[in-house]
Nanobody, 115 residues
Framework: QVQLVESGGGLVQAGGSLRLSCAAS????????MGWYRQAPGKQRELVAF???????NYAYSVKGRFTISRDNAKNTVYLQMNSLKPEDTGVYYC?????????WGQGTQVTVSS
């Protein structure tokens, strides 16, 4: 069994910054892709960013230049540095990892950006 523990969400004013973390623990396996999704009220869950085991990254157009995803393979942890936050970034942010034949989701952490 694999557990994902997220942290770093909260309330911030527009223009501010937050850093999300997601640590994977449990059964040992090779993690391929680590990423972040978000879901705003009344909207579908959408991909924010992901990073491969080789370090390649991909971002949603709406966050390019503002968000940075990184990972620490030794700690099985993925980070999302969010700068210049906007009210439209508000939502529940979910960590997602793909390893072996399975994928796993975190419980979600709330990010609220006030105008």
């Amino acid at each position: 069994q694999v557990q994902l523990v997220e942290s770093g969400g909260g309330l911030v004013q527009a223009g501010g910054s937050l850093r999300l973390s997601c640590a994977a623990s449990g059964r040992r396996f090779s993690i391929n892709v680590m990423g972040w999704y978000r879901q705003a009220p009344g909207k579908q869950r959408e991909l924010v960013a992901f990073i491969t085991s080789g370090g390649s990254t991909n971002y949603a157009y709406s966050v390019k230049g503002r968000f940075t995803i990184s990972r620490d393979n030794a700690k099985n942890t993925v980070y999302l540095q969010m700068n210049s936050l906007k009210p439209e970034d508000t939502g529940v942010y979910y960590c997602h990892i793909i390893g072996g034949p399975s994928d796993y989701w975190g419980q979600g952490t709330q990010v609220t950006v006030s105008s």
